[in-house]
């Protein structure tokens, strides 16, 4: 039979060794620092600073503002920036392009509806280029355009505003959970 003292000194020696070999007390620390090893995959929850250009133009940044979340592999981002991501780690920046099959899709010709003004909000004073948020079908909220106004009418495009458009995105992943 062991004495108390025997088995105390085995569970240290077996404390040692694990702590040896998952590389000491600092490790985690450590690799935080440098980025860590977590990388961005399917259901890791991923936060990014980004800037999205189009056209040389930017669009959108959340520079000032706070980063985006969202979760990967849950088709909450276009998929073009999820691909593009896929694999980064935290600290790493990157710039891509998204094609528009891979962004907000190719201009659909057919996507356009002539829609009477009556049905329009009475404060709005429809004008070409204008945006509007209108509801599918399925009662899903989308960004149209108005891209002609008739005497009683204007034409909407149903198409996404970016649409047929690439887009150009510079990200940095801030943390990866």
Known sequence: MKTKVEMALIALMGFLVTLSLSGGPFAAAEAAKKGGTAVVAEGKTVTVNYTLKVDGKVLDSSKGKQPIQFTAGNHQMIVGF?????????????????????????????????????????????????????????????????VEVKKDAVVIDFNHPLAGKTLNFDVEIVAIK
């Open 82 to 146: 999820e691909k593009a991501v896929m694999g980064m780690k935290v600290g790493e920046k990157k710039s891509f392009k998204v094609s528009p099959e891979e962004g907000y899709g190719k201009k659909n010709p057919k996507a356009r509806q002539n829609i009477p003004k009556s049905q329009l909000p009475p404060d709005i004073k429809p004008a070409p280029g204008m945006l509007l948020r209108a509801q599918d079908k399925d009662g899903r909220s989308r960004t149209v355009s108005i």
